[in-house]
């Protein structure tokens, strides 16, 4: 959620059990701003927190000028020092989905993990060594492809390809907003939609640059609920729990946030 509106829109989800305390609220707040001058972020977002054994890690994501390609992902263990954290590889996390149990809450602390190899005549052991900031980065990342999700309209694709927000975005309607082919995926496309399909499917090509998640293959994995009325939507996350997305409808207010353990809930086959 973007971080100047954290007072306004962590309330919204709030009755999913997701909180900061009132000093970590303020603080953030301070800080964030001070991030964002330093980085020369055109836009912060609070990403949320990922809960440590002795710590725990606050995420912010910093875009500058494209919101989807742009995006630098930062920790802090205390609200108030940041520090960025190098791009997410598939490499990395690939090595990281090796690593099971809680965080520990120290970006320094080393897994040792098992990596099998098969060859054709043996199966061989390589100890894998995977540092818990590298977790740290590749958890972020996974959960971004798999769970972050914006409202259809919300972002536009200018001619150059860039992606920018949506600035007269009035937000999906109540029934609009009820339907899960309503929220894109905020992530690079896996299968990209050919033109006629588009055509066909009554989608616009400067809107369906992203996969909704009607076509997800994952989308039992996604609870959609009215609550206050119809004044407020909440998407959750079955697969990251702890991803909460929210929108009211009719108006420009969504955004989501992540607090918990940062472990998938079920180990579905690895998708990119
Ligand atoms: C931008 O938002 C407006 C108002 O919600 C909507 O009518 C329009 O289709 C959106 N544009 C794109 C390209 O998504």
């Known amino acids: 959620m973007q971080a100047e509106y954290l007072h306004q829109y962590l309330p919204l989800v709030a009755s999913t059990g997701l909180v900061l305390s009132p ?32 710590a725990d890690y606050f995420i912010v994501i910093g875009v500058e000028t494209d919101e989807l390609r ?6 802090s263990l205390n609200c108030m020092d940041w520090k960025l954290l190098p791009p997410a590889t598939d490499e990395m996390i690939e090595r990281s989905m090796r690593v099971k149990g809680r965080f520990m809450g120290d970006p320094s602390h080393e897994y040792d993990t098992i990596a099998v190899k098969k060859s054709d005549e043996e199966m061989a052991s390589l100890e894998l060594k995977v540092k818990e900031e590298e977790r740290l980065t590749a958890t972020i990342e996974q959960i971004n492809r798999e769970a ?4 259809r309209g919300a972002f536009i694709k200018t001619p150059l390809e860039q992606i ?10 109540v029934t609009e907003a009820g339907k899960l082919q309503s929220y894109l995926h905020f992530t690079e496309p896996v299968i990209l939609k050919k033109k006629s399909q588009l055509v066909q499917a009554n989608l616009e090509d400067s809107i369906d640059f992203l996969n909704s998640l009607e076509d997800d293959e994952l989308k039992v994995f996604w609870s959609l ?7 407020l939507v909440i998407l959750q996350s079955l697969l990251w729990l702890g991803f909460n997305f929210f929108h009211v409808p009719e108006t420009s207010q969504y955004g989501s946030i992540y607090m918990g353990l940062g472990e998938r809930n079920i180990d579905f086959p690895f998708m990119i």
């Open 225 to 231: 609920q009215y609550e206050r009325g119809s004044k």
């Open 164 to 173: 920018h927000k949506n600035r007269s975005f009035g937000g999906l309607s």
């Open 23 to 54: 000093e970590q609220r303020a603080t953030l707040q301070v800080s964030l701003e001070i991030v964002k001058k330093n980085y020369k972020f055109s836009r912060v977002y609070f990403w949320g927190k990922i809960l440590g054994l002795t």
């Open 70 to 75: 742009g995006r630098k992902s930062l920790y």
């Open 148 to 151: 972050a999700i914006v409202p």
